[in-house]
């Protein structure tokens, strides 16, 4: 074997090797407080039901101080963006019965606060666990007689991030026992279910390995209090379930479809691992 020849596949055994055996870094210790005055806890006690760790992480720890920083002032987060455009739908009256979400709801700052720290939330009389997307839908749908929204459209995620942005600092409060029981189990399965060809399980990198760097990139706990959340990578807000939907992908498996029964109990059971985290939406994520 020639030198050249022997080198060049020493390099890329080299990089293989480096690749396989991630980094470790600990989240940091910086502190979120947005426009100087909205407090985010982003570090507690874990709950109860969690059995394999003690503390929780927000996502904003493990990213770096550039990124951190644009979350900190709602003139530097590009996701505030989709809340000035919510505000405007909030007000315009569409569908058959002459209204809009202010005619019931009235100033969204006032009604709406509180709602994403408890959401998906069983309901009771529809007989299901429900989104926040779904619950829009159905005002959509039912007191509005207008068209429903796509789960992923830039309405509906623009609205999410409105609820989000005026709980911003609550923690988060999911229920998972009495009816809401059955799909709370069935998202905790999924979770730790490995898919795909690389048969990986969410709990593989957002419970075993969380805090390796890996591909350059961070890996945080998987939280999602701060969704709808602004990615840097693709330039836009991304919903809870469009981010399942890369998580899966990136496991070479056949996804979910946002807004399946599969994606809706997984939400509720990886919102609950968050109980006590801050409300955080719209964040800025990589």
Not at 201 to 222: F, K, P, T, V
Request: aromatic share 8%; hydrophobic share 40%.
């Amino acid at each position: 074997m020639n030198k050249t020849k022997w080198v060049a596949m020493a390099s890329v055994a080299a990089l293989a090797t480096a690749l396989s055996v991630p980094a470790f870094a600990d989240p940091d210790e910086d502190t979120l407080i947005i426009n100087g005055e909205i407090e985010i806890v982003t570090e507690t006690a874990a709950p109860a039901h969690m059995e394999n760790i003690d503390t929780i992480y927000s996502g904003w720890r493990f990213r770096a101080d550039e990124t951190q920083a644009l979350e900190m002032d709602d003139f530097e987060n590009p996701g505030m963006i989709a809340v000035e455009n919510a505000l405007e739908d909030w007000a315009m009256v569409d569908g058959t019965e002459g209204k809009s979400c202010a005619s019931c709801h009235e100033d969204a700052e006032t009604s709406m606060k509180g709602v994403r720290a408890v959401y998906p939330k069983w309901n009771e009389t529809a007989g299901e666990v429900r989104t926040i997307e779904m619950q829009v839908n159905d005002c959509r749908t039912t007191r509005m007689g207008a068209e429903k929204w796509k789960w992923n459209s830039n309405d509906m995620v623009d609205m999410t991030a409105l609820i989000s942005s005026v709980s911003r600092g609550m923690p988060m409060n999911v229920a998972i026992d009495g009816p809401a029981a059955d799909t709370w189990a069935k998202g905790k399965e999924i979770y730790y279910t490995r898919f795909g060809q690389l048969e990986l399980s969410c709990a593989n990198c957002h419970e075993n390995n969380y805090g390796m760097m890996i591909r350059a990139d961070h890996l945080s706990q998987g939280q999602i209090n701060g969704f709808p959340a602004y990615r840097l990578k693709n330039a836009k807000l991304n919903s809870i379930h469009n981010r399942f939907k890369g998580c899966i992908r990136d496991t070479r498996a056949e996804t979910f479809s946002e807004g399946s029964p599969e994606f809706i109990a997984l939400e509720l059971y990886v919102a609950s691992r968050g109980n006590g985290l801050s409300v955080e939406g719209p964040s800025i994520r990589n």
